[in-house]
């Protein structure tokens, strides 16, 4: 098995949480199969969101305003898999990891030095409803997303009917995590 640097990107903005720990359980797979792992909790950390502005590089850094990104910038242009592990706000990505998925157009512009060698992607979602349709927006996006940039989806994991801290405990999600981690 080649050896990868995965980049888990977190959305929550509340430390130890459910998509937090399903996160730890995926970590735990990837690393015990020898890749290599980076995290960013996009959730707390300040990225604004992208001002089309269009100055992407110009000071030699991704973004020319100063924020979060600033420090993941480097960890997704080393990144060889995207992983998204995230509560659903509103059918949807938390405000907070969306600006990061906005910001790394960037990434895409002719002037970029280190384009994007993300190959790979994983969404793992969880959230307090049960709805059947839940998770329809939010896959939606992903999906576009993983067409967009030609990444090859390694799966996705969405839990329904959690809320409180530790609720992903007693469903099964955390081993499907760290299954979903060997296997990348």
Not at 31 to 50: I, K, P, Q, Y
Not at 61 to 80: H, N, Q, R
Not at 88 to 93: A, E, Q
Not at 122 to 143: K, P
Request: with cysteine; net charge neutral; charged share 25%.
């Amino acid at each position: 098995m080649e050896k990868k640097t995965i980049l888990v990107l977190t959305g929550s903005p509340r430390k130890g949480g459910n998509s937090d720990m399903m996160a730890e359980a995926f970590i735990e797979g990837a690393t015990s199969v020898g890749h290599e792992v980076l995290r960013f909790d996009a959730g707390r950390n300040t990225v604004n969101g992208c001002r089309a502005c269009g100055a992407c590089w110009a000071k030699g850094s991704a973004c020319v305003f100063e924020d979060g990104f600033t420090e993941l910038a480097p960890l997704l242009a080393k990144a060889d898999v995207l992983v998204l592990s995230t509560p659903l706000y509103w059918f949807n990505f938390p405000s907070q990891l969306k600006a990061a998925v906005d910001k790394m157009n960037a990434f895409l512009k002719p002037v970029c030095p280190t384009p994007l060698k993300i190959k790979e992607s994983v969404l793992m979602v969880c959230a307090h409803d049960t709805d059947d349709d839940l998770f329809d927006g939010i896959d939606r996006t992903y999906l576009q997303m993983v067409h967009y940039l030609k990444l090859k989806d390694r799966g996705s994991l969405g839990v329904r009917g959690i809320s409180n801290k530790g609720d992903v405990v007693s469903t099964g999600a955390l081993e499907k995590a760290r299954d979903i981690g060997r296997s990348i």
